[in-house]
């Protein structure tokens, strides 16, 4: 399974960006995704995850109610919308996937197999 994420951007404070995750390879596999990122200085941490094949989601409580986590089905992709985005959401974004549903969706990176390069998010005051 490959993942390339794309979208990222420079934004102001308030405005929207969207994230997408293109995979390929054995997708079929593919039971949960999710979305990651990592401040300077700051540990990967989890944002958003979304069975593969299903529509449950997770959120992390700092970006409940602002960024909705999806699937493109005709693309095989992964979307983020970020909106109300503010300073603090500026990291580097990384979508990751794995083959496992056994244990949910979980919020630690270490149950994610696949992961993507990261894309850059900068939000601006």
């Known amino acids: 399974v490959q993942l390339q994420a794309f979208g990222g951007g420079l934004v102001q404070a308030g405005g929207s960006l969207r994230l997408s995750c293109a995979a390929s390879?054995?997708?079929?596999?593919?039971?949960?995704m999710g979305w990651f990122r990592q401040a300077p200085g700051k540990e990967r941490e989890f944002v958003a995850a979304?069975?593969?094949?299903?529509?449950?989601?997770s959120y992390a409580d700092s970006v409940k109610g602002r960024f909705t986590i999806s699937r493109d089905y005709s693309k095989d992709a992964l979307n983020l919308q970020m909106n109300s985005l503010k300073v603090e959401d500026t990291a580097v974004y990384y979508c990751?996937?794995?083959?496992?549903?056994?244990?949910?969706?979980?919020?630690?990176?270490?149950?994610?197999?696949?992961w993507g390069q990261g894309t850059q998010v900068t939000v601006s005051s």
């Open positions: 990751a996937a794995d083959k496992s549903l056994s244990d949910g969706l979980p919020t630690s990176t270490t149950r994610y197999k696949y």
């Open positions: 390879g054995r997708t079929l596999s593919i039971l949960r």
């Open positions: 979304f069975t593969w094949h299903g529509t449950s989601t």
